[in-house]
């Protein structure tokens, strides 16, 4: 087993040496090999992802990645700015089914914006489709207008589009799923607004008729916002397309106490993965030592379940993850009066601890 390790730029770094450090303790054989890529890429080699970064990444059987990007880099042309790292990954390697589990730990309930009684329990599948819509959908560009509001005024576009073949194996991974867990899923859509909406609506219908065990709910986005932060526990799979699954996510992570505890999978058709936290670089934290590992740390352990057949290494790692909030360890993000407050190489020690049965020591 072959794992290459992209830490990327910002906090990046620091996440994913605490989540290598936790892979080494697991006593599994698998390699790791690591590479640069984003704005670190860009400064070494002059290119956000290289040419040897990509092949590395094709030829392993998962990716373990931090996060790319900075202010910074935001001068420079699109196709060499940081955040098409992880754009070319996706594309290149057809990871176009992305997980997000948001799970609100018992012990972080006081953590999370809304009131406990909100998120207790809260364990939600975010399902978003990875490498489509206006992310991806072509053409795009500057020009001056021919019509609109305002003719012969400069303007930008981009284009949402989706096709049916798209849409559908992404619907086949979102009730595949739900069959795992409570049997609903809720499609997000602006089927009112958007003829590409309106289409991802019917070729979601017309597939959920192959999982008739399945209930199936269709909602706007923008109530689905409202839903998230109202009543979040309705929700089991929410199923959304790449740009909505973006902003929901987020929306997500705060229910679950801080983005530092959300990690993710983007699958391709073969089962290879990139695994990743769903947050970004953070370069107001980078190099301070106090950003959140817990996300990559279980990212990690869906790389172990999902790509590398290995469940019960990811289930040791979830179970440290567990311990180490109960015995009150909490990183500035997800902090509380009450518990200790430690940085991420403190978190990284007290979640091998954990796994490795020695007693973690409060510094
Ligand atoms: P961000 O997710 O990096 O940060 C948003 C806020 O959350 C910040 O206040 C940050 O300090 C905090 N935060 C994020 N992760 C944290 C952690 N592990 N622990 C504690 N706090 C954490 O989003 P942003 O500020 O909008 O973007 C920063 C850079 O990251 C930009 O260049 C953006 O393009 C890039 N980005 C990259 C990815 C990716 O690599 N997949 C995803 C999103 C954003």
Redesign the pocket.
Known sequence: MKIAVLP?????TE?VAEAVRVLNVLDLSFEMEEAKV?GAAYEAHGHPLPEATLKLAQASDAIL???????K??KLDRPL???Q??LGLRKHLGLFANFRPAICYEQLVGASSLKPELIAGLDILIIRELTGDIYFGQPRGRRIATDGHFPGAEEAFDTMRYSRPEIERIAHVAFQAARKRSRKVTSVDKANVLETFQFWKDVVTEVHKEYPDIELEHMYVDNAAMQLVKAPKKFDVLFTGNMFGDILS?EASMLTG???MLPSASLNAKGQGLY??????????AGKG???????ILSAAMMLRFSLQQPEAADRIESAVKSVLAAGYR???IWSEGTHKVGTREMGDAVVAAITGKTITKS
């Open positions: 990327g730029d910002g906090i990046g996440i984003g990645f931090g996060a790319v990007g900075d202010w880099y935001d700015r940081p955040e790292a992880i987020d801080s983005i530092g990743e936290p769903s947050h970004g670089s953070a370069p107001d934290i106090v950003a959140n590992p817990l996300a990559t990183t500035p993000d």
